[in-house]
């Protein structure tokens, strides 16, 4: 099991970076997490929009150039065995420095990345669905940021695994759904409308979320991007969440609530289909 550590490709039980990494001190860092299907990385280059913008966002410099990226991720894979189905993690920071809140005047930006294999999701959650709970959403007002600062998210998602669920819905002071800890929300309303709140500052823009975006847009599934409420969520015919490793998910419970027949809708079921192909076709 081989890591990437500025510049370096070593053994993953050795992989460090120092105590005084910001990243480490103040979570002044940002990441993403990119699907590895038979030995690639797939929609690199939305990531990287996504990568830019979050480092821009916090003017942390960017460490090398997509294309040195690029050929570090295809060495990291090569090295890992090219794993069928995985995830490639990325991280950088603002850097090592003495700690001190302020820009450290010349720190040099840590990137780090792993790759793990994973089991593909099992079919029978994809077909049967999960449950969600609500919880407030406590988080900074930029989750659009991709950033490391996660601990919200760490205790919601613990908090839902414990309540018996697999993921958390967070709401916003009006009540209204903006995510999940690792995922975005969506409802079908009784009109058969697909619903997703917009990405706004307040939610990750998930690329699984511009994919099955355009897919519905493809399929001519009426799309409408607007907050809902927990109450319109609860009493929707569909629900579902999508991510890079969740896949396109049915939601068949929220804080107890059956959402519709209790069985995956209509609508997820042909977005989740178109996903699953595309994930099969990608080159
Ligand atoms: N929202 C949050 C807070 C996330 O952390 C993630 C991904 O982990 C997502 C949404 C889904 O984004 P993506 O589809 O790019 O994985």
């Given at each position: 099991h081989i890591s990437y550590v500025n510049g370096h490709y070593v053994r993953h039980a050795r992989a460090r970076v120092h105590i005084e990494d910001r990243g480490f001190q103040f979570a002044d860092g940002v990441y993403e997490v990119f699907a590895i299907r038979r030995g690639r990385v797939l929609d690199a280059e939305r990531h990287f929009e996504r990568l830019t913008r979050s480092l821009a966002a916090l003017r942390i410099?960017?460490?090398?150039s997509r294309a040195a990226l690029q050929m570090v991720f295809a060495e990291l894979i090569r090295r890992n065995n090219s794993p069928a189905n995985g995830v490639l993690y990325l991280q950088i920071t603002r850097g090592v420095a003495p700690r001190t809140h302020a820009f450290p005047p010349r720190a040099v930006p840590t990137l780090v990345a792993t790759v793990n294999s994973l089991r593909p999701v099992d079919p029978e959650v994809l077909r049967a669905g999960v449950s969600v709970i609500s919880l407030p959403d406590?988080?900074?007002?930029?989750?659009?940021i991709k950033s490391v600062s996660l601990l919200p998210n760490v205790l919601a998602k613990q908090q839902a695994l414990e309540a018996g669920a697999y993921e958390a819905w967070l709401l916003d002071d009006s009540g209204m759904v903006t995510e999940g800890t690792a995922s975005n929300a969506w409802i079908v309303t009784a009109d058969g409308d697909l619903v997703t709140r917009p990405a706004d500052m307040s939610i990750l823009n998930g690329i699984t979320r511009l994919v099955v975006l355009e897919l519905a847009h493809r399929s001519n599934i009426r799309t409408v991007e607007r907050p809902f409420s927990l109450a319109e969520a609860k009493a929707a015919k569909e629900a579902f969440l999508t991510g890079t490793t969740s896949l396109v998910k049915p939601v068949i419970r929220i804080d107890g609530a059956t959402i519709g027949d209790g069985r995956m809708g209509t609508i997820t079921a042909a977005l989740q289909a178109a996903y699953l192909e595309r994930l099969e076709d990608e080159e």
């Open positions: 410099p960017a460490p090398m406590i988080r900074w007002r930029r989750p659009d």
